[in-house]
């Protein structure tokens, strides 16, 4: 039990379109979810965290204009990336928890901006 | 602030026993974890080790932790070619509900 999967795995994008990534608890009801970005050999940086039905807390120095995030259901919350950027590019990972247990990660979601 | 720190690349002989250590400034850190990154993918949780233990075993997986110095290590017995990634020592205050602070991540290459 306890997967957690993302959807694309994969995208590229040209410069000032918006992604959208999904990030799915299959198994299990993740009362909060997470959102990671993972810059190559470096490690992960937290980037908001999303309670099912509220808005999402996010951290210092993360525009939450840029990236929106919506965890309209206990097992289903998105990532946007509006208006990306080649600064962008990078490695989104999240995460899920379901109450009073450990995150469960996916497996990423690598954006590459043109 | 919370910090985490580890050696950022280790080689075994296959068959070898690995360690990575990491060492941590949160004096609050309830729970300790270790995870595994294979190329391209996400997290994989390995192991964890509540604050208040000293060791956990579980197969060849031992995590000792000096409360005191603020030291983790993990230790991989017998260790394998499949074992090559990247692991990332964590903590977290609350039992990771909120947030996970990560090290940058041990390379671990395992050579025949």
């Known amino acids: 039990g306890a997967v957690v999967s993302q959807h694309p795995s994969w995208v590229i994008c040209k410069s000032g379109t918006s992604v959208k990534i999904e990030c799915r608890s299959l198994d299990f009801q993740a009362t909060t979810m997470f959102w990671y970005r993972q810059f190559p050999k470096q490690s992960l940086m937290l980037m908001a965290t999303?309670?099912?039905?509220?808005?999402?807390?996010?951290e210092q120095g993360v525009e939450k204009d840029k990236f929106l995030i919506n965890h309209a259901s206990l097992t289903l919350s998105t990532l946007t990336v509006t208006s990306a950027h080649p600064e962008d590019s990078s490695f989104y990972i999240c995460?899920?928890?379901?109450?009073?247990?450990?995150?469960?990660f996916g497996p990423g979601t690598r954006l590459t901006v043109l | 602030g919370e910090d985490v720190e580890q050696s950022l690349f280790l080689s075994v002989r296959e068959g070898d026993s690995s360690v990575i250590n990491c060492t941590y400034t949160?004096?609050?850190?309830?729970?300790l974890y270790w995870y595994k990154q294979e190329p391209g993918a996400g997290l994989q949780l390995l192991t964890y080790?509540?604050?208040?233990?000293d060791m956990k075993q579980d197969q060849r997986l031992t995590v000792l932790l000096n409360k005191k110095d603020k030291h983790l290590s993990l230790r991989i017995a017998d260790t394998q070619t499949g074992d090559s990634a990247i692991y990332f020592c964590?903590?977290?205050?609350?039992?990771?509900?909120?947030?996970?602070?990560f090290g940058a991540g041990t390379r671990l290459a395992v050579h025949p």
């Open positions: 999303s309670n099912e039905g509220s808005k999402a807390t996010y």
């Open positions: 080790i509540f604050s208040n233990m």
């Open positions: 949160d004096s609050s850190s309830t729970y």
């Open positions: 964590a903590e977290s205050s609350t039992g990771g509900y909120n947030k996970l602070i």
């Open positions: 995460s899920a928890r379901r109450q009073k247990d450990t995150q469960y």
